[in-house]
């Protein structure tokens, strides 16, 4: 079957299933803290490739890639902001390779730590520097590009805006949200999954939603004010493996892919068109999150 878009194939009436988390099998083949992640794109791609094929090998319809700390700002902690374009393109040429010609690349774009509010940068440096990023992820052969783990809506807006203004790329959006006190969902910026939805369908996103931060569970009350606030936008859920817990100092997901499988299907009624993982999630998680989907 040709590849459609990924909006397309959910108006088709598909079910998608994304990937899972990437720096948890990054440090089991030995990354180190303190390590550039992005680097092992050109100095160790096929460690980098084994991790797009083992979510491939578990039914994955989409496949992300080793850039979410790819922007300028993050890699010139490392002394690597010259090498931005080459990175990011060789992260979305290892994940194309993977995905083949019939799965979708969505090119992993994440905050750049950088806060307009405390004039840290201007708007037109975060557009720059989103716009490097994501015309060398095209290059690479991405489908989409995946803006995720946002909390500020201007930065979020901004890369949607760079996105769509210099590639062809569908544009992805997810936020990161926290329970608060009252019992409602708000990002470190205080920003509602409301909010947060009808922004960046304004700003032009293809497709919103939310990642990391909440196992299945909370994802559910997340995804439902999502769905009521854009009863008409696909929806996208990057989930942990619950909420992790602090064992001998380290921090572990405690959900299994049995688990996570269970309310799947839940959270696809609540309104979530693509389901994958997050922090904690592996292969097997997410061959049983397929398997509960599409039976």
């Given at each position: 079957m040709a590849k459609v878009r990924i909006v397309e194939a959910v108006?088709?009436?598909?079910?998608?299933?994304?990937?899972?988390?990437?720096?948890?099998?990054?440090?089991?083949?030995?990354?180190?803290?303190?390590?550039c992640p992005e680097l092992w794109c050109l100095t160790r791609p096929e460690d980098v490739l084994d991790v797009a094929r083992g979510y491939v090998g578990a039914g994955a319809d989409m496949i992300e890639t080793d850039s979410f700390g790819g922007s300028?700002?993050?890699?010139?902690?490392?002394?690597?902001?010259?090498?931005?374009?080459?990175?990011?393109?060789?992260?979305?040429r290892i994940s194309r390779q993977a995905a083949g010609p019939d799965l979708w690349v969505i090119a992993s774009v994440g905050p750049t730590g950088k806060l307009l509010l405390m004039g840290d940068v201007t708007e037109g440096d975060l557009?720059?520097?989103?716009?490097?990023?994501?015309?060398?992820?095209?290059?690479?052969?991405?489908?989409?590009?995946?803006?995720e783990t946002m909390t500020d809506l201007d930065e979020a807006r901004i890369a949607i805006r760079a996105a769509r203004e210099n590639t062809a790329c569908e544009v992805l959006c997810t936020f990161t949200f926290d329970r608060t006190v009252h019992g409602d969902y708000r990002t470190m910026m205080g920003v509602s999954p409301t909010a947060a939805a009808r922004a960046a369908l304004d700003a032009g996103a293809h497709v919103?939603?939310?990642?990391?931060?909440?196992?299945?569970?909370?994802?559910i009350e997340i995804v439902?004010?999502?769905?009521a606030a854009a009863p008409d936008s696909v929806i996208l859920v990057h989930a942990n493996a619950g909420l992790p817990k602090n064992v001998n100092g380290a921090d572990v997901f405690p959900e299994t892919p049995e688990q996570m499988a269970a309310l799947a299907p839940v959270l696809a009624d609540a309104g979530a068109n693509i389901i994958g993982g997050c922090c904690g999630t592996t292969p097997a998680h997410i061959r049983a999150i397929r398997a509960a989907l599409n039976p």
């Open positions: 108006k088709s009436g598909r079910r998608l299933v994304s990937d899972g988390a990437w720096g948890t099998f990054l440090q089991k083949k030995g990354l180190q803290p303190g390590e300028r700002y993050k890699l010139e902690h490392y002394g690597l902001a010259e090498r931005t374009a080459e990175i990011n393109e060789a992260a979305a557009h720059a520097a989103f716009r490097e990023q994501v015309t060398a992820l095209e290059q690479g052969g991405a489908d989409a590009i995946c803006i919103i939603g939310t990642n990391c931060g909440n196992g299945f569970e909370r994802m439902r004010e999502m769905r």
